[in-house]
């Protein structure tokens, strides 16, 4: 079946060090979306991308959707304590139509010292 | 405003015991999903509301889970006859028309079967 997944799985950084996550789809995907889910909490809604290749900014945060709408990255320019938590990627399902079913990658825990 | 409540928060059940999950989603938002998330992974479909009519349950584990919406608003998931592999967090979702996409969740009621 339709398979998102993410590496690395964890990922430890010192404050200041930057960090990235990447997400591949096993099918093209229509759009992609990336929520953060900090520790104790409930995944919170940061981004949607729609074009190939596209790149949206956020602050210190970077987010690239590949040219073949199979991939995806997060990048975190200069991490602070606050950027804790896991960092998900979710793409529709492509069976499923437009309904807002979507396939979650098994996430990027991010842990970083001060 | 408010976002999307559940509950319980927490729930201890014991083997073969049936449980209700509550979710009152945002006012306003048609569309209304259910995730089981297991530590360490990411959510994972559950089923998918607009308004009142359920739209997809394809991913309910197996014939105990059930879920309504009958107003179009609070939503429950139920469990019957409850197993340990039920043990999770329950989220529920809700999301805009035409942004099926930014879903907004709440916190989640963690179910542990004992």
């Known amino acids: 079946g339709q398979q998102v997944m993410q590496i690395p799985q964890y990922q430890h950084v010192q404050e200041g060090e930057d960090f990235t996550t990447y997400c591949n789809s096993s099918t093209t995907l229509s759009n992609i979306q990336w929520y953060k889910q900090r520790p104790g909490g409930h995944p919170v809604f940061l981004i949607q991308l729609v074009k190939s290749g596209e790149v949206k900014k956020q602050k210190r945060l970077t987010f690239q959707f590949g040219e073949a709408k199979k991939n995806s990255s997060l990048h975190i320019t200069a991490t602070q304590t606050t950027d804790v938590g896991t960092y998900f990627c979710a793409g529709p399902d492509m069976y499923s139509g437009n309904t807002g079913k979507l396939i979650f990658g098994q996430g990027t825990t991010l842990q970083v010292k001060p | 405003g408010a976002g999307v409540s559940q509950s319980p928060r927490y729930k201890v059940a014991k083997r073969g015991q049936d449980v209700a999950l509550r979710c009152d989603p945002i006012s306003g938002h048609v569309s209304l999903f259910w995730y089981q998330q297991a530590l360490g992974q990411g959510p994972e479909f559950l089923t998918y509301?607009?308004?009142?009519?359920?739209?997809?349950k394809s991913g309910l584990p197996s014939d105990r889970f059930f879920a309504e919406r009958p107003e179009g608003s609070v939503s429950t998931l139920k469990i019957q006859r409850t197993q340990q592999e039920d043990s999770a967090v329950y989220l529920c979702?809700?999301?805009?028309?035409?942004?099926?996409?930014?879903?907004?969740f709440g916190p989640g009621t963690r179910l542990t079967v004992t």
């Open positions: 509301f607009q308004n009142e009519a359920q739209l997809d």
């Open positions: 979702a809700s999301s805009l028309p035409g942004s099926y996409y930014e879903q907004y």
